[in-house]
């Protein structure tokens, strides 16, 4: 076996392992919006609300904490919108708490179904033909960019730094990219397999690492879902305009099953 295979099947192995933590997203069993009028929200303890600002939480004689803290009183959580999310705990699931234009509650459950009936991710078979090269074309100044996102009326803004230039099968193509979480660039996609074997909506390629000249590996074996592919109670953007690239990338991870 190749070292390229047997790589790409620790990775596979790895994020298989990371879909199936206790408190990922496989665990969500549901997603709240919140509004101005303090309220419950089926059987998430406690009485929740939000401002233009901030969103609120009354626990009510419940037994809350967060960051290892018992809540007594009203706590307000001020978030970045399209930011990472925060979490209070409730004996043993996880509340998120998260700023998606407003602010919503999701409970992540380790006694999930989703959870409970993860099987795996179908993926293609790993071919050394689908790691390309391309060259990184930063902006004079990042843009930031509006995307619209699985939920229908919801939109992300993520800052586009450049775009990644590269060939395939003699032509030219470009994809705008997404500043990586850690380090790096995220490039969001869709292909003329989206909806046929992969997930119609989206799927990403992350750069780890920048050349000095501004040269990339783009691993399409590496492509990923987003969480909506395997979730009901996700936000996920949906690629930049023009981020559909005309070809069929037989590579990376499928639709799960």
């Known amino acids: 076996m190749s070292?390229?295979?047997?790589?790409?099947?620790?990775?596979?192995?790895?994020?298989?392992?990371?879909?199936a933590q206790p408190y990922g997203w496989l665990a969500l069993t549901s997603l709240d919006?919140?509004?101005?009028?303090?309220?419950?929200?089926?059987?998430?303890?406690?009485?929740?609300?939000?401002?233009?600002?901030a969103a609120y939480v009354d626990p009510q004689g419940k037994d809350l904490t967060y960051t290892g803290e018992p809540i007594t009183g009203v706590r307000r959580f001020e978030l970045i919108n399209s930011g990472p999310g925060t979490r209070v705990i409730a004996g043993d699931v996880e509340i998120e708490v998260a700023r998606r234009s407003g602010y919503l509650i999701r409970v992540h459950d380790p006694?999930?179904?989703?959870?409970?009936?993860?099987?795996?991710?179908?993926?293609?078979?790993?071919?050394?033909?689908?790691?390309?090269?391309?060259?990184?074309?930063?902006?004079?100044?990042?843009?930031?960019?509006?995307?619209?996102?699985?939920?229908?009326?919801?939109?992300?803004?993520?800052?586009?730094?450049?775009?990644?230039r590269f060939e395939f099968?003699?032509?030219?193509?470009?994809?705008?990219?997404?500043?990586?979480?850690?380090?790096?660039?995220?490039?969001?996609?869709?292909?003329?397999?989206s909806g046929v074997t992969t997930y119609a909506a989206n799927r990403e390629v992350r750069i780890p690492e920048i050349a000095e000249d501004g040269t990339v590996t783009i691993d399409f074996t590496r492509a990923l879902n987003?969480?909506?592919?395997f979730t009901e109670f996700a936000t996920c953007p949906l690629p930049p305009a023009g981020n559909n690239l005309p070809f069929a990338v037989e590579a990376g991870e499928k639709t799960p099953y």
Request: hydrophobic residues 35%; proline residues 8%.
């Open 3 to 19: 070292n390229f295979v047997s790589e790409w099947q620790d990775w596979h192995t790895r994020r298989e392992q990371d879909l």
């Open 33 to 53: 919006w919140l509004d101005e009028t303090p309220r419950t929200y089926g059987d998430v303890p406690g009485v929740w609300w939000q401002d233009q600002d």
């Open 111 to 164: 006694k999930a179904k989703a959870l409970q009936d993860f099987r795996g991710v179908p993926a293609y078979e790993p071919k050394p033909e689908w790691v390309l090269q391309g060259k990184y074309e930063p902006f004079d100044e990042p843009r930031p960019t509006t995307v619209g996102a699985v939920v229908e009326g919801l939109s992300h803004v993520y800052t586009v730094p450049g775009i990644v």
């Open 169 to 193: 099968d003699g032509q030219e193509h470009t994809l705008a990219a997404f500043n990586g979480k850690i380090q790096g660039l995220t490039l969001l996609f869709t292909d003329a397999t």
């Open 226 to 229: 987003l969480p909506c592919a």
